[in-house]
Every structure is written in C-alpha cells, then in structure tokens.
C-alpha cells in the first residue's frame, strides 16, 4: 500500500493503472480484509492529492465485480460529490446497469448512493431502454427507506423535476402512514400485545448491547463496572480495594441513528432484491465475456 500512496504523490496515472489492475486481481481480497487501516490511509492519500474522483469513477465502470465494489467503497468512504461527468457520458448502457445492480446488492451509506443515483440519472435517460425504470425504481424505494437518502438527493439533484417529484410522493406516502395511526381502528387494545412488545424491546436492547460489546475496541479496554445509585440521581461504585467511591453526578449523553424502515420492515423482499441483482449481473457479465470472444 505504501507504493500506492508514493505513486500518488508522484504519479497519478501510473497509480490508477495499477490500482485497476490490483482491483482485477485481489480487489476481493481488499475487501474481505478485516484490518483496512492502510486501506483508509491510501483513501486519505487520495483526497488530500484530490485523485479520489477520478479513480473512483473509472472503478465504477470498470468490469468485474470486485472493481466496481471497490468503486463503490472509494465514492462513500471519500465523499466523492458525484462521479467524473466525462466517465459518466462515455459510460455504456451495460456498464451503468452494473453499477445500478451492484449498489443495490451491496450496503452503503444511503448519502453516496444518492449522490450515486442524481449523477447517473442524465445519463440513464439518454441510454433509454430498461434504465430508467431500474434506477427510478430504486430512488423510489430507497427515498421511502431512509430520510438520509431523500435529504442528499435534494442536495445533489434540486433542478431534476422528475427526481425531486419522487421525493415529494415518497414524504406525502410516509405522511399519509404516520397519520393513519390515529385510526380507531389501529388503537384497539389486543391483549397481551402490549407485554409481547416490551419484552421483545428488552430481548432486542440485550442483542444489541452483547454486540457492541463483543466488537468495540473501545468497550474492550474498560473493565465493566457494577453502580450503586442513590439519591438525587448520583451514584458510586467500589474500587478494587473494596473501598466506596465518593457520589457523582449523572451526566447525560444521546446519540441517534437512522434504521432503514424497508430493510426491517420486510428483510426477505430487500434480500430477494438482492439475489435477483446477482442473477442479473452474472447474466449480464457472461453476455460481455460472449462478445469479446
């Protein structure tokens, strides 16, 4: 990696051409790492000699799906505000249908998809044929997944009618949802509901704090300690030696998080999107592969 990131600094070219053929080759192997430390640093490389764009536009493109992952990853983990617009325009029909069916079986920050999805929407309806309705299909869906995704897309596209119009359908459909909680029909009292919810929270609180414990570093290096609290909301614990702390304060602390609603909702629909995605580009790669032949 430490070659890669001198040749940015000296030679940008040589450095693409090299990564594209290393992505070809291992680009699997970089993504299955567990430890991408240098990874991230060659990212870091990238942007501080403003190379992202441009090489993780022509990984997108490229052929092969450890390419285009790679691609994928380069345009989130960068930030990259949306890709080379001469890539864009001399990218074929099928090279922008894989790159749509790639995003959509693989997990990424839904901000860069919609980037993604805005910079690839001119170029779709100039192709024709079965892109626009494979890309506006997944705007749709992802624009009622997360408000992430709708707030970037009215960031990246504000003058596309077509995609600011989705946007608009997909909030006025959410509205209508949340409004029809206040239905007689949906405050009926089923018994037993009520405890069946709290003890599936509980179960679900227990899950989610046994995993951050298993995978944070930071949690790691902490040795979990048991509190004792009294009044006036303070509490003490006792130190190794037995003895009893002095009373401390809470303190209060919040972080939030955004769960994709249709990911939850119907978690066998988005991975049955998935497969289908796969069947597709496999189909897609071996017609390539029959041509050049």
Not at 72 to 91: G, R, Y
Not at 116 to 122: T, V
Not at 277 to 291: F, M, N, T
């Amino acid at each position: 990696m430490g070659t890669l990131v001198d040749f940015t600094q000296r030679a940008p070219s040589v450095m693409s051409d090299m990564v594209v053929v290393l992505a070809r080759s291992s680009g699997r192997e970089w993504l299955e790492s567990d430890d991408r430390s240098e990874f991230r640093w060659f990212l870091g490389e990238l942007v501080t000699q403003n190379q992202h764009t441009a090489l993780a536009s022509r990984l997108c493109f490229q052929p092969g799906t450890s390419c285009r992952r790679l691609g994928i990853l380069m345009f989130a983990e960068c930030k990259v505000p949306a890709p080379d617009p001469s890539v864009v325009a001399a990218a074929s029909s099928p090279s922008v249908e894989l790159l749509l069916l790639e995003a959509q079986r693989v997990h990424v920050d839904y901000a860069a998809l919609a980037r993604l999805h805005a910079a690839l929407a001119a170029r779709v309806d100039e192709l024709d044929g079965d892109l626009p309705e494979l890309l506006y299909d997944e705007v749709a869906r992802q624009c009622r997944n997360t408000y992430a995704y709708r707030k970037a897309l009215r960031a990246a596209a504000p003058l596309n009618e077509y995609l600011m119009a989705i946007a608009d359908d997909s909030e006025a459909r959410i509205k209508q949802t949340h409004d029809s909680f206040a239905s007689p029909a949906l405050q009926m009292d089923v018994p037993g509901y009520a405890r069946a919810r709290r003890l599936y929270n509980q179960y679900m609180a227990g899950v989610v704090a046994k995993g951050v414990a298993e995978r944070s570093a930071l949690l790691s290096l902490f040795r979990k300690i048991r509190l004792l609290y009294g009044g006036q909301q303070q509490w003490r614990f006792f130190h190794p030696d037995g003895q009893l702390s002095a009373p401390s304060p809470l303190q209060l602390s919040s972080a939030e998080v955004e769960m994709p609603q249709l990911e939850l909702a119907n978690p066998e629909e988005a991975q049955m999107r998935r497969l289908q995605a796969s069947v597709r580009i496999a189909r897609l790669e071996q017609q390539i592969d029959s041509a050049l032949q």
